[in-house]
C-alpha cells in the first residue's frame, strides 16, 4: 500500500499530439481512484507513466513519497492489468500467476503456496495447468487478476480490465473487483471510459479530456457539482441538460425537470415551456424527450420522471416543467466552469421568495 | 444420390493423391538417380546407351563411395562446412536478434524503413561483391582459409535474418512484455523469458536459413578457399572429384546424397514452423 501522487506530469508524443497536460493526482493510500474520460483523453498515456512504461517529459510521480519518476516499472513494485489481460501465451496459468514471484526469487515451494492462494482467491485453482487460449475471456480475466495480486503489489493499475467482457460478465466483474479492492485494501487507479462503471466503482473519479484534468472527486461531488459543462454532460444517463442564456449556460440533471404540478407550490423553482416529442417507458423510469423553445432557438432536453409519478403527457403537447433552485447549475459561457447563480433573463416564475 | 455422393468422393481422394503422387515422384526421381549413380559400377554407368541409365545392370558396387571417403579429404570438407554453418548461424543470431528486436520495438515508424533498407543489402549479388570482399580477406590475413568464409557469410544472413526476425517481433504484442517488465523484470529480462520463447519458429528459421545458404554458397567459398584443408563441401567435391574433363559422377553423387540425407530430415521435422516463420516474415515484414 502507498500513495500516488503526480506533480504537474505532462506527456508529449514525437508527433507533437500533448496527451497529458500538466496533471496533479494525490491519490490517498488504500484509495479506489477512476480515471474517467473518452477515448484519446489521456488516461492510457498517464496510467503508463505512472506505471514506468512511458517516459515523462516533465513532472514527477511520486509514490509513498519517494521520487519514482525515473524509475523503471520493476523498481516500483506496482502491478498492472492491460485490456488484453497480455497473459503469456506459452507459459500455463500456474506458470502466468507464478511469473511475477520468479522475478523476486522465491523458491518453487512458496510460489506454489502463493499461486495457489491467488487462484482460490478468483476461483481458477482448477485450470492452473491450462493455457491461457483454452480458457473464456473471463477466466482470463481472472487469471490476468490473479497474476496482479500475487505478489502483493503496493499499487494496482487496470486499464480498461473489463472492455473485453460481455455484458453480464462486466456487471459481476465490476462487483468482485471492487470487493476484492476493498478486501485487500491496495491503492488502485483504473482507467475506464465508461461513466457507470466510474460512478459504480470509483472512491473518487478523476474526469479527463484532451488530456486535462476536468474534476476530482467522489461520485456525488461530481453529480451535484460538476466544476464544468464537459463534467456535467460527460457524467450521468441521460447527462445533464444544459441550456444557453445570454448570461450564462444553465443545466439541470434530467432527473430534476418535472412537471410543474408535482413539485411543491412553495418550493422556489424555474419553470420552462416543454413540447413533447417524444416518450419512452423504461421499467422504473420515464424518459420524455422534448424541446425548450426560447428566443436563442430551440433546446433539445430530456425529462426523467419516476413511473411512480403518472401525469399523462402526450408527444405535440406544450406543458409547464420546473427545475428547483437549488437544483439548478450555472457555467460560465466562456470558459464553461461552473459559477455561483446568477439572475439569468429567460422568462421565468420564481414562486416564493428564497 | 448417396452412392454419387461416394463416388464423388472416392474420386476426389483419387485424383488428390494421383497429382501429389505425381509431384512426389517429380521431386523424388533426381534423388532416386542419384542413388542409383551413386552405386553403379564404371562399365554399367560408363555405358548409357545399350544399359538402361534407371537401373543397375551390373551388380552395385560400394568402390566408389570407398573412394570418396578414403581418397579425398570428404570428412574434412563435411566437418568445414559444419564449422563454418555453425559459426555463421551463432553469428547471425547473436547480431541479427538484437537488430531486430531493436528495430521492430525502440524506433517507432523509422524501424520499418530501416529494416527494409537492410533487406536491401541483402539483394547485392556476392558475385559483385567478391572482388572487393578478396581485399577485405588479404587485409585481415585470412587468404585461404574457412574463416574468411565466416566472416564474409554473415554479410548476406545478417541482412535477411534481421528482416525475417524483424516481421516475427513485431508479430508479438508489446502488452505481454510490459507486463512482463512491470511483473519484475528489465527489458533485457523481459526479452528473454517472454519474447524469444515466442520468436522460436522465427529462430529456427533463421537457424535453417543461414545454415543452408553456407551449405550450398560457392562464389567466397572457391574465391577465398585453395588447399583441401580448408575447403567446405561445396568447393571440396567439385574442386577434387572433377579433374578437367573427368568427372568422378558416382563420387560425386554419393557426396551429395550423404549431405543432403540428414539436412531432408531436419527440414521435415521443423517444416511447419519453418513455413510460418518465412511467411510471417512475407506478411508482416
Ligand atoms: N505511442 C503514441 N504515439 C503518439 N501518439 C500517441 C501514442 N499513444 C497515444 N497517443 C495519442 O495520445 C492521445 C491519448 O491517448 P491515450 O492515452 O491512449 O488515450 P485513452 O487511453 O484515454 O484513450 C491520443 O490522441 C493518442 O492518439
Ligand atoms: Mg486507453
Given at each position: 500500500m502507498s500513495t500516488v501522487e503526480t506533480v504537474a506530469l505532462v506527456k508529449h508524443y514525437d508527433n507533437d499530439v500533448i496527451a497529458v497536460n500538466s496533471i496533479d493526482l494525490h491519490i490517498k493510500e488504500g484509495e479506489f481512484l477512476v480515471l474517467l474520460g473518452p477515448s484519446g483523453s489521456g488516461k492510457t498515456t498517464l496510467l503508463r507513466m505512472i506505471a514506468g512504461l512511458e517516459k515523462v517529459t516533465s513532472g514527477k510521480i511520486y509514490m509513498g513519497g519517494r521520487d519514482v519518476t525515473h524509475l523503471p516499472p520493476r523498481a516500483r513494485n506496482l502491478s498492472m492489468v492491460f485490456q488484453s489481460y497480455a497473459l503469456y501465451p506459452h507459459m500455463s496459468v500456474f506458470g502466468n500467476i507464478a511469473f511475477p514471484l520468479k522475478a523476486k526469487g522465491l523458491p518453487y515451494q512458496e510460489r506454489k503456496k502463493k499461486v495457489e492462494w491467488a487462484a482460490s482467491l478468483f476461483g481458477i485453482e482448477q485450470y492452473l495447468q491450462r493455457k491461457p487460449r483454452q480458457l473464456s475471456g473471463g477466466q482470463r480475466q481472472r487469471v490476468a487478476l490473479a497474476r496482479a495480486l500475487v505478489h502483493e503489489p503496493s499499487v494496482f493499475l487496470l486499464d480498461e480490465p473489463l472492455s473485453n467482457l460481455d455484458a453480464q460478465l462486466r456487471a459481476s466483474a465490476r462487483d468482485e473487483i471492487k470487493q476484492f479492492q476493498r478486501r485487500i485494501a491496495t491503492t488502485t487507479i483504473y482507467v475506464t471510459h465508461d461513466q457507470v462503471e466510474a460512478m459504480g466503482m470509483g472512491d473518487r473519479i478523476a474526469v479527463m479530456n484532451h488530456g486535462n484534468m476536468h474534476q476530482i472527486g467522489t461520485p456525488q461531488e461530481l453529480y451535484r457539482e460538476p466544476a464544468d459543462t464537459f463534467v456535467a454532460t460527460f457524467l450521468g444517463s441521460p447527462p445533464m441538460n444544459l441550456l444557453n442564456q445570454k448570461e450564462c449556460i444553465i443545466g439541470f440533471h434530467p432527473e430534476h425537470f418535472?412537471?410543474?404540478?408535482?413539485?411543491?407550490?412553495?418550493s422556489p423553482r424555474f419553470e420552462f415551456p416543454f413540447r413533447v416529442t417524444r416518450v419512452e417507458y423504461l421499467g422504473a423510469d420515464r424518459f420524455v424527450y422534448g424541446i425548450v423553445p426560447s428566443e436563442s432557438g430551440h433546446t433539445r432536453v430530456i425529462s426523467k420522471i419516476p413511473s411512480l409519478v403518472t401525469v399523462p403527457l402526450e408527444t405535440d403537447q406544450l406543458y409547464t416543467f420546473a427545475v428547483l433552485k437549488e437544483d439548478m447549475k450555472y457555467f460560465d459561457k466562456k470558459t464553461g466552469k461552473r459559477i455561483d447563480p446568477i439572475p439569468f433573463s429567460m422568462a421565468v416564475f420564481e414562486h416564493a421568495e428564497v | 444420390m448417396n452412392r454419387h455422393y461416394w463416388l464423388g468422393k472416392i474420386f476426389k481422394g483419387v485424383m488428390t493423391y494421383f497429382i501429389v503422387g505425381l509431384f512426389a515422384l517429380f521431386a523424388a526421381l533426381p534423388f532416386y538417380q542419384m542413388v542409383i549413380i551413386a552405386f553403379k559400377s564404371n562399365a554399367d554407368f560408363n555405358n548409357p546407351r545399350e544399359n538402361n541409365p534407371f537401373i543397375f545392370n551390373d551388380p552395385p558396387t560400394t568402390d566408389h563411395i570407398v573412394y570418396l571417403f578414403e581418397q579425398t579429404e570428404y570428412l574434412t570438407f563435411i566437418l568445414n562446412s559444419v564449422i563454418i554453418g555453425v559459426s555463421v548461424v551463432l553469428i547471425t543470431l547473436l547480431f541479427a536478434t538484437p537488430a531486430a528486436y531493436s528495430l521492430a520495438r525502440l524506433t517507432g515508424r523509422l524501424g520499418e524503413r530501416l529494416g527494409i533498407l537492410i533487406f536491401l543489402v541483402y539483394l547485392i549479388p556476392p558475385t559483385l561483391l567478391f572482388i572487393p570482399m578478396s581485399q577485405v580477406v588479404s587485409f585481415v590475413g585470412l587468404q585461404n582459409s574457412k574463416w574468411a568464409l565466416v566472416m564474409l557469410y554473415p554479410t548476406f544472413t545478417i541482412p535477411f535474418c534481421t528482416w525475417l526476425m524483424f516481421g516475427f517481433f513485431r508479430s508479438i504484442p508489446r502488452d505481454i512484455e510490459e507486463q512482463a517488465m512491470v511483473d519484475g523484470y528489465s527489458r533485457f529480462g523481459a526479452m528473454w523469458r517472454v519474447v524469444l520463447p515466442l520468436a522460436v519458429p522465427g529462430v529456427l528459421t533463421v537457424v535453417v536459413f543461414s545454415f543452408m545458404l553456407t551449405l550450398h554458397e560457392y562464389i567466397y567459398a572457391l574465391a577465398f578457399t585453395t588447399s583441401s584443408s580448408e575447403k567446405p563441401i561445396s568447393v571440396g567435391v567439385t574442386t577434387e572429384l572433377v579433374r578437367g574433363d573427368v568427372f568422378f559422377w558416382q563420387s560425386l553423387m554419393a557426396s551429395a546424397i550423404i549431405v543432403a540425407l540428414p539436412i531432408a530430415i531436419v527440414y521435415n521435422l521443423f517444416l511447419n514452423r519453418f513455413v510460418a516463420g518465412l511467411t510471417m516474415g512475407a506478411v508482416k515484414g
Open positions: 418535472l412537471p410543474k404540478d408535482i413539485i411543491h407550490e412553495e | -
